[in-house]
């Protein structure tokens, strides 16, 4: 999808995604098939459950256009080592789709959520996979998800270059940092103050103001604070923050901001959208209980 800088890229449909999993049923096939297309190592998808996944991780990828005409070129070169393959065969050949004239347009009101989801080794799983689904579920055509699955620090530049309305981090904290990938899935841990510059200079540089960070770790409150300038609304959890909890939450706050989108969305708005989000996860899971009680929700500071 378009976010007005750069052009659509398009993704792979649902049977070109069956097709490479049964046919690439590997991870180390598939890496073989995208490096030999042009794919960045540093995109490659990280620890998925299911070739499915790893797949479709490839497939939003490309559509945040991690490469140019990813598409076509990883189609092509499947076609080249299995010709007759009836997907294959007649995908290559079909033109990269393009948004209708005026889709840019149109999209260009729509909030953008950038979703910066990291899951290091050995350091728990925070589903951020699970997150990052349940919000391009839940945003259906109202909202514009960009996905950073594995994020490095090297995808933070990608904040400026996109300019989302909404920054949502689904990674682990620990001692006044978020814990990010390294190249080879390792932890990076990346000092708040740091990504708190980096906002700050996009800001400054770009003229670009976040309406909202979601902070989805645990011990939200140790950092949370520091977010509060450079942002309209900081969204945090105190304490220890479920994984299934927070996907929830996640899901019912992205649904409920997506069927408001013909009223102007504003700070108040947006703390609302988290109440609410909050409770209804509350009363469908008793078990999440502390999402409502360990909520925080900063206004701006100057």
């Given at each position: 999808?378009?976010?007005?800088?750069?052009?659509?890229?398009?993704?792979?449909?649902?049977?070109?995604?069956?097709?490479?999993?049964?046919?690439?049923?590997?991870?180390?096939?598939?890496?073989?098939?995208?490096?030999?297309?042009?794919?960045?190592?540093?995109?490659?998808?990280?620890?998925?459950?299911?070739?499915?996944?790893?797949?479709?991780?490839?497939?939003?990828?490309?559509?945040?256009?991690?490469?140019?005409?990813?598409?076509?070129?990883?189609?092509?070169?499947?076609?080249?080592?299995?010709?007759?393959?009836?997907?294959?065969?007649?995908?290559?050949?079909?033109?990269?789709?393009?948004?209708?004239?005026?889709?840019?347009?149109?999209?260009?009101?729509?909030?953008?959520?950038?979703?910066?989801?990291?899951?290091?080794?050995?350091?728990?799983?925070?589903?951020?996979?699970?997150?990052?689904?349940?919000?391009?579920?839940?945003?259906?055509?109202?909202?514009?998800?960009?996905?950073?699955?594995?994020?490095?620090?090297?995808?933070?530049?990608?904040?400026?270059?996109?300019?989302?309305?909404?920054?949502?981090?689904?990674?682990?904290?620990?001692?006044?940092?978020?814990?990010?990938?390294?190249?080879?899935?390792?932890?990076h841990p990346l000092p708040a103050a740091d990504l708190v510059e980096t906002l700050r200079l996009a800001a400054e540089h770009y003229r670009h103001r976040l309406r909202a960070l979601l902070l989805r770790s645990c011990d939200g409150e140790e950092i949370a604070r520091l977010f509060t300038g450079v942002a309209d609304v900081?969204?945090?959890?105190?304490?220890?923050?479920?994984?299934?909890?927070?996907?929830?939450?996640?899901?019912?706050?992205?649904?409920?901001?997506?069927?408001?989108?013909?009223?102007?969305?504003?700070?108040?708005?947006?703390?609302?959208?988290?109440?609410?989000?909050?409770?209804?996860?509350?009363?469908?899971?008793?078990?999440?209980?502390?999402?409502?009680?360990?909520?925080?929700?900063?206004?701006?500071?100057?």
């Amino acid at each position: 999808m378009s976010t007005g800088e750069e052009a659509a890229e398009a993704p792979l449909l649902p049977e070109e995604i069956r097709a490479l999993a049964t046919v690439y049923n590997t991870p180390s096939r598939a890496e073989v098939l995208l490096r030999s297309a042009g794919y960045p190592a540093d995109a490659l998808p990280y620890a998925p459950s299911t070739l499915w996944e790893y797949w479709e991780q490839v497939s939003l990828s490309l559509a945040t256009g991690v490469m140019a005409d990813g598409r076509r070129s990883i189609l092509t070169r499947a076609r080249e080592r299995y010709p007759h393959h009836p997907v294959f065969r007649g995908a290559a050949s079909v033109p990269e789709p393009r948004p209708p004239s005026g889709a840019s347009e149109a999209g260009a009101g729509r909030l953008k959520v950038m979703v910066l989801g990291a899951e290091p080794a050995r350091r728990g799983a925070v589903r951020a996979a699970a997150e990052l689904r349940e919000i391009q579920s839940a945003a259906a055509d109202r909202l514009d998800v960009i996905p950073c699955p594995a994020a490095t620090p090297g995808d933070l530049e990608r904040i400026r270059r996109q300019r989302p309305d909404i920054l949502h981090l689904a990674c682990h904290g620990s001692h006044g940092a978020l814990l990010l990938e390294d190249h080879e899935g390792e932890p990076h841990p990346l000092p708040a103050a740091d990504l708190v510059e980096t906002l700050r200079l996009a800001a400054e540089h770009y003229r670009h103001r976040l309406r909202a960070l979601l902070l989805r770790s645990c011990d939200g409150e140790e950092i949370a604070r520091l977010f509060t300038g450079v942002a309209d609304v900081v969204i945090a959890h105190r304490g220890a923050l479920d994984a299934d909890c927070s996907t929830l939450f996640a899901s019912a706050f992205y649904r409920e901001l997506a069927s408001r989108t013909d009223s102007p969305v504003t700070s108040e708005h947006l703390s609302a959208t988290a109440h609410i989000a909050a409770q209804d996860v509350v009363n469908r899971a008793e078990f999440c209980r502390s999402l409502r009680t360990d909520l925080m929700v900063l206004p701006r500071t100057a």
